[in-house]
């Protein structure tokens, strides 16, 4: 064994008092990314108080990014972080004091976080929630049956330059981003349109009450009203491109000066922290809100772009 791993094997065993984590789905780069963070104390971006000790493969054999990916990651996680893998989730939940549901299909979070909430044990549920509304409301009520404490949210969310946009309030916005489309997935924005929306909610807050979408292949523009009379949109392009925004407050136009996207470290320390405390830094209303607004520009885009209220 080569005397880097040794030393990162040491760390991650001296961390006595660190909470044990638990990877469910290492079909995505994030499993990876956190896992790094977290359980090396060299890394650039290290946040302490947690380590990733054990993961459950997972994968969804009909989609391509999930199924020639899930087990590279799991390889990488055994080999470079020590990380063991576990043939179910049961076993998984017998080995950690808190879950990282990974899974990159959102369709599976839903059959997932049913059998890791029978465990009570607190749980972060990466991007997308769900791929439909329903599911997300479903995970809501599965995890109210059960106490369990969770949340869900993108990087993007925890961008270092958003704070400085949001501040002193904002009374419209206009945000953009990648906008590629998995058909697998029937709520067609929470496949990674969900990183937009999450900025536009961190800038607008809860309250939106229609949404209006302007489809074409390789763009769209997607504009919600909110009840106190402020209007914001969206612009996603395919297949991918970078994320920005500009803020309106009053008078004073704020622009974000460069990518919105800063990394992962804000996420990882704002999930160690809800793990720590149980407190959710994220309002399971607004998270819920936020794929009602996907619902809706669905609809919207169903209809031929017609305004289509949240429901």
């Not at 904002?170 to 990648?178: E, I």
């Not at 769209?220 to 969206?234: L, S, Y």
């Not at 000066?257 to 720590?276: A, H, M, N, S, W």
């Not at 996907?294 to 305004?307: H, K, L, N, T, Y």
Request: glycine share 10%; hydrophobic share 40%.
């Amino acid at each position: 064994m080569k005397l880097s791993a040794l030393l990162l094997l040491a760390a991650s065993c001296a961390g006595g008092a660190d909470l044990r984590l638990g990877i469910v789905g290492t079909d995505t780069s994030h499993a990876i990314a956190f896992t790094s963070i977290l359980n090396d104390p060299n890394h650039k971006d290290h946040v302490p108080g947690a380590r990733v000790v054990a993961a459950y493969k997972g994968g969804s054999p009909d989609l391509a990014s999930s199924r020639d990916r899930v087990e590279k990651y799991a390889a990488e996680l055994q080999s470079k972080f020590h990380v063991e893998i576990v043939p179910d989730i049961a076993t998984l939940l017998g080995k950690v004091d808190a879950v990282l549901l990974e899974s990159v299909d959102g369709r599976t979070h839903l059959a997932q976080f049913r059998e890791i909430a029978r465990a009570g044990k607190p749980v972060f549920i990466d991007k997308p929630l769900a791929s439909t509304l329903d599911d997300a409301r479903e995970i809501a009520r599965i995890a109210q049956k059960y106490g369990v404490r969770w949340f869900s949210s993108s990087a993007l969310r925890y961008s270092s330059l958003l704070p400085e946009l949001k501040k002193d309030g904002v009374s419209g916005a206009l945000v953009w981003g990648p906008g590629p489309l998995e058909p697998t997935h029937q709520l067609d924005l929470s496949w990674y349109g969900i990183h937009a929306v999450e900025i536009l909610y961190v800038l607008m807050g809860t309250g939106c009450e229609e949404v209006t979408r302007t489809y074409a292949p390789d763009a769209e523009i997607v504009t919600g009203r909110w009840k106190d009379g402020r209007v914001a949109a969206i612009r996603l392009t395919r297949p991918y491109g970078g994320y920005g925004a500009v803020a309106f407050a009053g008078k004073e136009i704020r622009q974000a000066p460069k990518d919105l996207y800063t990394g992962y470290r804000g996420l990882v320390e704002q999930i160690v922290k809800f793990f720590q405390s149980r407190v959710p830094p994220v309002p399971e209303q607004e998270t819920l809100e936020m794929f009602a607004f996907m619902d809706a520009a669905q609809r919207s885009r169903e209809a031929g772009g017609a305004p289509v209220k949240l429901r």
